[in-house]
């Protein structure tokens, strides 16, 4: 079946400005999370959603970003007053169940650009 | 903030030789993976190891862990020019599904 979608792949936008990123997970998959990737690191936590509720948002860096996911699969990745510290690849993975252990699928990412 | 560390933090080899990647972590954790991620996007999983485990293979991968080093290692054997990519370790930390990734290995295979 299809992978984990994500869109935009890019997202160019000024300083100040509001973005939504969207990801669709692969389908019946239950568990959804967000990372982060900046400019030669590795992945960084943002959130993770068990159905339509965020289990963990510990990894949110402020209250700028928030995240949705109304129906249990669709998400929505929301960040208010873009700054230039938030360029970034945006990723976005599924799994099934959310149980520890299981493989986290990902998808392309938005690569985020802040100008 | 990132659990692990990589090492090295990247490597040049030539097409068939063997490559290892080191991953050094700092927490208890139920399991370790591996990904491999091409031009910076999406990232491919390609082993677990769980935290009883001490070794797997997978083709031409092996992964080992060291539990009470807290570091895993992945040995690619043989290796292709397609092997070319970024490694990262990931641990989840026990209690959370979250992964915390290190920095990665940057590793170019040569013709």
Redesign the interface.
């Known amino acids: 079946g299809a992978g984990v979608s994500q869109t935009p792949s890019n997202k160019v936008t000024e300083k100040g400005k509001y973005v939504e990123l969207r990801c669709d997970p692969i389908s019946g998959h239950t568990a959804l999370y967000w990372y982060r990737q900046s400019l030669g690191q590795g992945p960084e936590f943002l959130i993770y959603f068990q159905g339509t509720g965020a289990a963990d948002d510990s990894g949110l860096p402020n209250d700028r970003f928030f995240a949705v996911r109304p129906e249990g699969s669709v998400s929505t990745l929301k960040i208010q007053r873009t700054e230039r510290g938030d360029s970034a690849v945006y990723l976005c993975a599924s799994s099934r169940a959310g149980r520890t252990g299981e493989t986290q699928y990902f998808g392309p990412g938005t690569r985020l650009l802040v100008l | 903030?990132?659990q692990?560390e990589e090492d090295p933090q990247a490597l040049s080899i030539q097409e068939g030789e063997n490559a290892t990647m080191n991953c050094s972590y700092k927490t208890s954790i139920?399991?370790l993976?591996w990904?491999r991620q091409n031009s910076?996007?999406?990232?491919?999983?390609l082993n677990?190891i769980?935290s009883n485990e001490r070794e797997k293979h997978s083709g031409r991968l092996r992964v080992t862990l060291d539990t009470s080093k807290k570091s895993s290692s992945l040995l690619i054997t043989a290796s292709r020019a397609a092997d070319t990519a970024s490694y990262?370790c990931?641990t989840?930390p026990q209690g959370?599904?979250?992964?915390?990734?290190?920095?990665?290995t940057r590793l170019t295979i040569n013709p």
């Open positions: 903030s990132q692990g139920n399991n993976q990904y910076g996007r999406g990232l491919v999983h677990l769980r990262f990931a989840d959370a599904q979250k992964l915390v990734f290190g920095q990665g």
